[in-house]
């Protein structure tokens, strides 16, 4: 797990020191706008970053959380949405994540995201039902629904919406957990620059996860999505 925790840190240091804006130019066909969409879209989803329990009607959560997408750099169409800038091979998004349990177990969260040296803005919603609590032998399970909405990019609209069922079951202060999602991106371009389609994109992955509590009140969380394009998540924050 350290050795993971330490591939992350050094991936977001390198993503984040290269952040650019998102900046349309000409010459973009609808094919690489397709592939773009697919990919910023699922840098911007509002991963789930915790086990499937609920909080509890007294339960909250606060954490800082970034998570890290494997891109294709390498395709020229990247180097378009840039602004003719070169990409770096991950896009790293830090945020600022908030969770609160409610009755009949239920848990709704915000997230907000500001990524440095870049227009990218982001903000998220999620509500999370416990179709089984979980007990001492029993795992829990959890229904996910969320949606985010990029902001700042005036060239650019995207949102994404997933829904998520996660199974976890704790062990002292280990709590592993997976789940399934189906992933959907909506992107239209702004621009006078070029006339593309709007685009639709769905996708499925599955995703694992450990959270440590080594502390009382203090989480650390690891998270890997595995799908067409993989993610890695990392979560540093306080539930009580």
């Known amino acids: 797990m350290k050795r993971i925790l330490i591939m992350i840190m050094a991936l977001l ?14 010459g973009i066909i609808q094919d690489e706008f397709n592939e773009f969409i697919k990919e910023i879209g699922t840098a911007l989803l509002f991963n789930p970053m915790a086990p499937a329990e609920t909080l509890g009607i007294t339960g909250f959560d606060v954490s800082v959380e970034a998570v890290v997408t494997d891109i294709s750099d390498q395709e020229g169409y990247w180097h378009k949405f840039l602004g003719g800038e070169s990409a770096s091979a991950y896009v790293g998004v830090p945020r600022i994540h908030i969770q609160k349990g409610l009755p009949f177990n ?21 509500l999370k039902y416990g179709i ?3 007990g ?22 995207l949102d994404t919406q997933s829904l998520d069922i996660l199974i976890s079951k704790g062990f002292l202060i280990l709590t592993p957990y997976a789940g399934i999602s189906v992933t959907r991106m909506n992107g239209s371009e702004q621009t006078p620059e070029v006339i593309l389609n709007d685009i639709q994109e769905t996708g499925y992955r599955v995703l694992a996860g450990l959270q440590i509590s ?18 890695y998540g990392l979560k540093l924050g306080f539930r009580f």
Not at 136 to 157: C, F, H, K, N, W
Not at 214 to 231: D, K, T, V
């Open 136 to 157: 001492p032998i029993m795992p829990a399970i959890t229904a996910r629904v969320s949606y985010s909405s990029l902001q700042g990019v005036d060239e650019l609209t």
């Open 106 to 126: 239920i848990d709704i969260g915000a997230m907000y995201v500001s990524v440095p040296d870049s227009n990218i803005q982001l903000w998220g919603v999620e």
């Open 132 to 134: 089984l609590e979980g």
């Open 13 to 26: 240091v390198t993503s984040f020191s290269y952040a650019k804006d998102i900046d349309l130019t000409t």
């Open 214 to 231: 080594p502390f009382p009140l203090l989480i650390i969380n690891g998270e890997i999505s595995f799908g067409e394009i993989p993610q």
